[in-house]
């Protein structure tokens, strides 16, 4: 008798000291877990370190730590419906591979803040998944699936789900190159008309000294009408370019399909032109 009452005076100091190390050990690593954002488990341990039978200083830390956390903790709600737009409730939910809810009954998941990959699985049906951002704070992220029933053979999905954290949608315009080679384009030209009048002006200045204008003369009007086509020429070439590069972009009609358009020039000696082709 004596023996076991001694064993019972020692083994109660003991069991004590464990639980009042399990506690301070809770303590320490709940900041560990914080700093990790790893809240859920922080959580967890905050939970433990604030039980009565923990050390006062701990025990008020831990109490005091335990509503900053579960304040920050992100908390998903997962909406599932069938092909047919009916809710259902026996779908597994997984983030990052480990299961987080064996169905669903309405109620917010909680997670970690961060990037994670979402799997959603039902019987009978091609499973989902999802990549999301969630952020710190973050309550009942509203996150809606729908199943589409399962090939036979077990063939993927025909309809994938959409990425949560998809890009935005390339933005369409005009080419750059396009208001380059116009702007060049335009130059060209208004240099052929300058170049052209002076030409013509300076013509008509020799008409009184024909047939035996000075030579420097005569080479200033070839001049003139020498740099009047080399301007059009350039003008010309340059405002093809940028009619190509304009109608060659693929343009999206209401079928979601690019329809290539095609600017062909052409020259022969009588001029030149351009052909247009595409589907309108």
């Not at 009184?208 to 003369?217: F, G, L, T, V, Y």
Request: glycine share 12%; with cysteine; charged share 20%.
């Amino acid at each position: 008798m004596s023996a076991l009452l001694a064993f019972g005076l020692w083994s109660a100091p003991a069991l004590a000291d464990d639980a009042k190390q399990a506690c301070v050990t809770a303590h320490s690593s709940s900041q560990e877990l914080r700093k990790a954002s790893k809240l859920k488990e922080a959580s967890e341990q905050l939970v433990a370190c604030a039980r009565p039978e923990c050390p006062g200083a701990v025990r008020a830390d831990c109490a005091k730590w335990l509503g900053e956390v579960q304040a920050e903790v992100p908390s998903l709600v997962v909406v599932a419906t069938d092909a047919n737009g009916s809710d259902v409730a026996d779908v597994r939910v997984l983030v990052d591979g480990g299961v987080v809810a064996s169905e669903l009954n309405g109620q917010p998941i909680a997670v970690n803040p961060g990037k994670h990959t979402l799997r959603f699985e039902r019987e009978g049906a091609n499973p989902v998944e999802r990549q999301v951002l969630i952020r710190v704070g973050e309550r009942n992220r509203r996150v809606e699936v729908q199943f589409s029933p399962r090939l036979a053979g077990g063939g993927p999905d025909p309809r994938p789900e959409a990425d949560d954290t998809a890009s935005a949608p390339a933005s369409g315009g005009v080419p750059a190159a396009t208001f380059i080679l116009g702007g060049v384009g335009v130059l060209g030209l208004a240099g052929f008309t300058y170049f052209a009048l002076d030409g013509r002006k300076k013509e008509d200045d020799l008409a009184a000294c024909k047939p035996n204008c000075p030579s420097d003369d005569v080479s200033s009007v070839r001049t003139s009408y020498l740099l009047g086509d080399v301007s059009l020429g350039v003008g010309v070439v340059a405002l093809a370019g940028a009619a190509y590069f304009l109608f060659s972009a693929p343009q999206k009609p209401a079928t979601g399909r690019p329809v290539p358009l095609t600017f062909d020039l052409h020259a022969s000696g009588r001029g030149a032109g351009g052909t247009l082709r595409g589907r309108f």
